[in-house]
């Protein structure tokens, strides 16, 4: 019998920025919210399924508007998992990475701008999509 392969290709219409600060991801929700007037909010763990069927859990928050979405993930796993996994695996070092998806080619700029102006933001970097393995987590 023949065999048939599905194959599916993605749209990557999303920029993702790493982001390095000290703080809980709660406490850096907090201050994107009053830097960038936005409402992030908690949402539900993010549960990826890495390779070897090793399993972490991601704390996340994400602000929908008309005209754009931002998405605040924690780059390393909750406290309770005992595995060292990241989501960016090629970026460990980063804490956190903020997803942004907008019309507006210019906001990516804005929006670096406002994060470094954060005191507790020590480091914000733009993340090139074609230097993940791994960018389908963030499709959903």
Known sequence: MKKKRLE???SYD???IGIISPLKGYKIAWEIN???DVKLVREPDLQVTFKKNVEATFSYYSYHSEASVLKLFRNKPIES???RS????????YDFILLNQSD??????RLQEVLRNIP???LVAFIPLSALKA???FIF
């Open 104 to 109: 507006d080619p210019d906001k990516s700029n």
């Open 14 to 16: 999303f920029e993702l």
């Open 8 to 10: 599916i290709e993605y």
């Open 81 to 83: 998992d005992q595995n």
């Open 120 to 122: 507790s933001v020590e």
């Open 86 to 93: 990241v989501l960016v695996s090629e970026f460990p070092h």
């Open 34 to 36: 009053n830097w960038l």
């Open 135 to 137: 960018k389908d987590y």
